[in-house]
């Protein structure tokens, strides 16, 4: 008996109300027996059709069709990795992934412009390197407001991103303070070489004038110049430190970038009475570690290229509505020096 004789022994639909068959319907009322394996055979074909519903896409991942990248400079290395790492992983989700990386020179406006042309052209996922980690709040706001996940890279975000991927900048501070006061042996006078006011920044500022404080024979005597986290900027910086400080022991530049241009302006003043330390592990800071000319000592590794994978797995796990365990997530950094540079194997990509 299929599902359809099942039904029509209703007084309605085939009997005659006293047990009678009206003319034309059921020849027989089934037994409790029949309705009870009919019901089973309806409820099995409801979970086959649902099964089939799942199976042509009804209660699959959602697809990541397009993302959109805005970061600080994609002339820094440091970018350019950042960049390759979230459309890579963005590619493992989905091959034919529509991928846009753009360079917001750190013009906040600039930003803010690329943010919306994000949202107008329908991103699934913004990954933001934010130019000011402040300023960039309405910007964030409106994406949101429009259904884009948002998540920060490398530096924090404020206007309500949905999570965060950096290092531990304030631990990279820590690290790079350490060393400088390890290696002056708690005495001397240094520079700090400043950058543009995003969260990563801020943090690397904390974590070295934590340390370098509690050391009252160390003088810092600059920490508020900001060289634009460029090597053109710490040149610049640098030029104008050394003519005003004579003597100068050590200097701290905020990523590497900035430290190369303080490397370059002090070899240009014929400067060897001091040694530099940066942020980042670069390419570029590992030969200069290397380098018996160069003034760099030691830099604090991070993984921009694994950083940035991150970055996208937590924004397509958001899209399938898989909230992160923390909204910040921190990967350690490691202090490179002269004496490990050797067994260092630098970036992932």
């Known amino acids: 008996m299929n599902a359809g004789q099942a039904m029509c022994w209703d007084s309605q639909k085939g009997c005659d109300g006293r047990g009678a068959q009206a003319p034309g319907r059921c020849k027989q009322r089934p037994s409790g027996r029949n309705v009870r394996t009919s019901g089973a055979r309806l409820r ?10 799942a199976t042509y896409g009804f209660g699959a991942d959602k697809q990541l069709k397009s993302v959109g990248l805005t970061v600080g400079d994609l002339g820094n290395p440091f970018f350019v990795q950042i960049a390759h ?12 992934v529509n991928f846009t990386s753009l360079s917001s020179n750190y013009d906040v406006n600039n930003q803010a412009s690329q943010i919306h042309g994000f949202i107008s052209s329908g991103v699934d996922l913004i990954i933001l390197g934010a130019a000011d980690s402040r300023r960039i709040a309405p910007a964030v706001k409106r994406a949101k407001a429009a ?26 501070g820590e690290e790079a ?26 943090d690397r500022m904390a974590g070295v004038l934590s ?47 900035t430290a190369l241009g303080c490397d370059l302006a002090a070899k240009q003043a014929g400067r060897k009475d001091l040694f530099i330390v940066g942020v980042d592990g670069s390419p570029e800071a590992v030969a200069a570690l290397k380098s018996k000319q160069s003034l760099f000592a030691a830099t604090a590794a991070q993984d921009p290229y694994t950083m940035a994978q991150k970055a996208v797995e937590v924004g397509y796990g958001l899209m399938q509505g898989k909230k992160p365990e923390k909204d910040l997530i921190l990967i350690p950094v490691k202090l490179i020096t002269r004496d490990n540079v050797a067994e260092y194997a630098g970036w992932t990509r």
């Not at 790492?85 to 034919?96: C, I, L, V």
């Not at 001397?188 to 070489?193: A, F, M, N, W």
């Open 44 to 53: 099995m074909a409801a979970v086959i059709f649902a099964a089939g519903f």
């Open 85 to 96: 790492g979230a459309r890579d992983q963005a590619k493992t989700y989905n091959p034919e």
């Open 147 to 172: 259904g884009v996940i948002v998540v920060a890279v490398d530096v924090g975000a404020e206007g309500g991103v949905d999570a965060t991927v950096m290092s531990d900048n304030k631990q990279a």
């Open 177 to 202: 303070g350490q060393f400088v006061v390890d290696r002056l042996q708690g005495k001397g006078q240094v520079v700090i070489v400043n950058g543009p006011p995003v969260t990563s920044v801020q």
């Open 211 to 257: 340390v370098l404080k509690k050391y009252s024979a160390i003088k810092i005597l600059s920490q508020n110049q900001n060289a634009e986290g460029t090597p053109d900027g710490g040149l610049r910086v640098m030029k104008d430190l050394l003519t005003a400080h004579p003597h100068l022991d050590a200097a701290f530049g905020i990523n590497d970038p």
